[in-house]
């Protein structure tokens, strides 16, 4: 799977955490940024940036990191098309995919420890959409379609 990572300062140790566990399980991992801890850039960028990989198809998830994972879940939902999760346990990594259809996964690097956040990761991916849940994103398209408007 081809997934694009994207982290600001406070999440950009985790981002690497994440990267190298991904290539190891044969992702392949394209990351957008940021590259350097002790420079403070501005989280809405980097979910920007991944955000309209994942909608474009350009990748095929999106993982973002920042302090809390907030911002930038706030930030990749504003992009059409983005469903972004702000995942707390391996629950949430999962019921994401499984009932939100999620396609960019959102972390808070100061609250998630690297290997629980590992594992939130693997989750993530390991699960599909249930179809059974897509009249309710067909109504989150339909927001996102009046909303455009």
């Known amino acids: 799977m081809r997934i694009g990572l994207g982290a ?3 999440g950009c140790a985790l981002k690497v955490a994440l990267s190298a566990h991904l290539a190891s399980q044969g992702h392949e991992v394209v990351d957008y940024g940021t590259f350097d801890p002790d420079v403070s850039v501005d989280y809405p960028d980097f ?5 309209l990989a994942v909608a474009s198809g350009s990748v ?4 973002l990191v920042c302090g809390t994972g907030i911002g930038m879940s ?4 504003k992009v ?10 391996v629950t949430t990594a999962r019921l994401a995919r ?7 996964v959102c972390m808070g690097a100061r609250l998630l420890a690297p290997a629980l956040a590992i594992e939130c990761l693997d989750w993530f991916l390991a ?8 009249r309710r994103l067909d109504k989150i398209a339909a927001i996102e379609k009046d909303s455009a408007s």
């Open 80 to 89: 059409p098309g983005i469903r972004a999760a702000l995942v707390h346990d």
């Open 47 to 51: 979910a920007r940036a991944v955000s």
């Open 74 to 77: 706030i930030a990749a939902n």
């Open 60 to 63: 095929d998830l999106g993982v």
């Open 8 to 10: 600001d300062h406070a």
């Open 98 to 104: 499984l009932h939100n259809g999620a396609n960019v």
């Open 127 to 134: 699960e599909s959409f249930e179809v059974r849940h897509q």
